[in-house]
C-alpha cells in the first residue's frame, strides 16, 4: 500500500515518521528547509511513545506529480491551507485513493470535497502532542498517539483495514469509528471551546479561573455548540458540558490553545485557524438556526487582525 502524508510539521511528523520506520511505501509531500533536512538525513523522531529514531520515507518531494497516485494520503496541514493543499496534492490522487485529513476542524471532509478529484474521502481525528522542532526534527513529549477514521455513512472501503493497520503496526493507535460524526464533534467541541474561551477572556486558563461567573461562560459556549450539533444530527452524549466544566477547572494556569496563541501574539487572522474553526461555528450556526453569540463575538474581534 503507497501511503502519502501531507505536511511533516507536528501532526505529520510524527504519523509520517511512524509509518517511514514500519513500511517501505511511504511517502512524504514536504516543502522548503524541511524537505532538504530530510533528503540530506532523513526525519529524526524523538517520541515518548515511539521512542527515538530516524525514518527515511522512500521518497520525500514537494511535488505530487513525481511522488505518483497513492493509495491512501494523509493530509496534515493546517485549516487556512486546507483548499491549497487539496489542489497541491489532487495529482496522487485517483478514484480509488483514501484520503484522511488529519488537522483541527469538524467534518473536515465536507470542505475538501470540492477540491478533490473522485476518491474515497474519508474523516478523521487525531490526538497527538507533537511538534517541529526544527527542519527534520520532530518531537513528542506527551501523551498518546491515536487516530479515529472513517466514512460518514458508516462504510468501511476497500483498505480500511490494511491502513489502519499498517498505522497500528507502526505504534499509532488507530482505530475504525464506528461514528465518525460523533468522533469529530465531540474533540472539535472541546477544541473550538477553548479557543473561544482563551479568546473572550483574552488571556489563559488562569485569568479565566479568576472571574467567579466563568462557569457561566463555559456552559453558554459550549452548550451552544451542542445545539449546532444537534440541529446537524449529531447527539453529544448528555454530560458533555458538565464534563467539559470538570476539564477546564484542572487546567494548568498557563494553559491556553494554538489559536489563542497565535492571535494574542499578533499573527495575521487569515494565517491563524480562526476562520476554520471558530468562522465555521458562526457558519453551522447560521445555517442550523442556532444563535452562537460567544463565537460570533470573537470571530468579529479577531477577523480584521492583519
Not at 50 to 61: I, N, V, Y
Request: proline share 6%; hydrophobic share 45%; glycine share 12%.
Amino acid at each position: 500500500m503507497k501511503i502519502a502524508v501531507f505536511g511533516i510539521g507536528g501532526v505529520g511528523g510524527i504519523v509520517g515518521g511512524a509509518l517511514a520506520n514500519h513500511h517501505p511505501e511511504t511517502y512524504f509531500y514536504v516543502r522548503g528547509q524541511n524537505l532538504e533536512a530530510i533528503r540530506q538525513g532523513g526525519l529524526r523522531v524523538q517520541s515518548v511513545a515511539l521512542g527515538d529514531f530516524t525514518a527515511h520515507p522512500k521518497m520525500a518531494s514537494d511535488r505530487a506529480e513525481e511522488l505518483g497516485v497513492m493509495d491512501a494520503v494523509l493530509l496534515a496541514c493546517k485549516g487556512y491551507d486546507l483548499q491549497a493543499a487539496c489542489e497541491a496534492i489532487s495529482p496522487m490522487v485517483g478514484p480509488e485513493t483514501i484520503v484522511v485529513p488529519l488537522l483541527n476542524g469538524v467534518m473536515v471532509s465536507e470542505m475538501m470535497a470540492p477540491h478533490l478529484p473522485p476518491c474515497v474521502l474519508a474523516d478523521g481525528t487525531i490526538h497527538v502532542f507533537s511538534r517541529l522542532e526544527a527542519p527534520g526534527h520532530i518531537v513528542q513529549s506527551a501523551g498518546l498517539c491515536r487516530i479515529a477514521l472513517g466514512m460518514k455513512d458508516g462504510s468501511r472501503p476497500a483498505g480500511f483495514e490494511e491502513l489502519a493497520a499498517l498505522l497500528n503496526g507502526a505504534g499509532i493507535k488507530t482505530v475504525l469509528s464506528q461514528d465518525i460524526l460523533l468522533d469529530s464533534w465531540s474533540k472539535y467541541a472541546i477544541m473550538c471551546s477553548n479557543s473561544v474561551v482563551f479568546c473572550h477572556y483574552d488571556g489563559p486558563a488562569g485569568l479565566v479561573h479568576e472571574d467567579p461567573g466563568h462557569e457561566a461562560v463555559l456552559r453558554a459556549v459550549i452548550g451552544d455548540l451542542i445545539a449546532v450539533a444537534a440541529a446537524r444530527g449529531v447527539a453529544l452524549p448528555a454530560d458533555t458540558a458538565d464534563r467539559y466544566v470538570a476539564e477546564f477547572a484542572k487546567m494548568p494556569p498557563e494553559t491556553m490553545t494554538s489559536l489563542y496563541r497565535d492571535l494574542s501574539g499578533g499573527k495575521p487572522a487569515a494565517r491563524t485557524e480562526l476562520f476554520h474553526v471558530v468562522g465555521r461555528m458562526v457558519e453551522l450556526g447560521e445555517q442550523t438556526g442556532v444563535p452562537t453569540p460567544y463565537h460570533r463575538a470573537v470571530l468579529e474581534k479577531f477577523a480584521g487582525q492583519a
